[in-house]
């Protein structure tokens, strides 16, 4: 199996796990483009938090799963919005692309999350992200391909691991 036939190769994982810094670094590795769904988003329509506040959650998730659509149909490394697996359509597009689960501990996640920048957690702070992601699980379980932890060591290192691994096919 050769790495073009890997492509795209998908973050997802809950708020904070690392999916755009590690996606980041994997694309440069492997030499394609890396695209950030949320920061499609954000190009189009403004921030998220401002979307949340004037338009609801429910028209972010329409934003998102047209950023996602477009994003999964390029040879790329693609990073997902926590929440962009809810969609049942892009729980099927996801099934013809290499899924990398990316996980992280409430104790990691906590200094992560803070500052208000993600309103599903702006006022419930890490309870309200344990939350989201035990009601999420199983479906970033049933997606996922390979899960690798971003709790403790170097994001370089972990981001070699997956290189590594998609390489292995």
Do not use: N
Not at 6 to 35: D, E, H, Q, T, Y
Not at 51 to 73: H, P, T
Request: proline content about 4%; aromatic content about 4%.
């Amino acid at each position: 199996m050769t790495l073009d036939s890997r492509l795209p190769v998908v973050f997802i994982g809950p708020m904070g796990s690392g999916k755009s810094r590690i996606g980041r670094k994997v694309a440069a590795a492997i030499g394609v483009p890396f695209i950030d769904t949320d920061s499609v988003v954000v190009a189009g329509h403004g921030a998220i938090s401002d979307i949340f506040e004037r338009d609801g959650e429910q028209r972010f998730r329409e934003l998102e799963r047209q950023a996602v659509s477009e994003s999964l149909a390029e040879q790329a490394v693609v990073s997902l919005g926590g929440g962009a697996v809810l969609d049942p359509r892009t729980q099927d597009d996801l099934r013809g692309a290499t899924v990398v689960l990316l996980t992280v501990t409430s104790a990691a996640v906590a200094k992560r999350i803070q500052g208000g920048k993600r309103p599903l957690v702006a006022d419930g702070g890490i309870t309200a992200w344990e939350r989201i992601l035990e009601e999420r699980r199983p479906i970033y379980e049933d997606l996922a391909a390979a899960t690798f932890d971003t709790s403790t060591g170097s994001l370089t290192e972990l981001a070699d691991d997956i290189v590594t691994w998609l390489k292995e096919g």
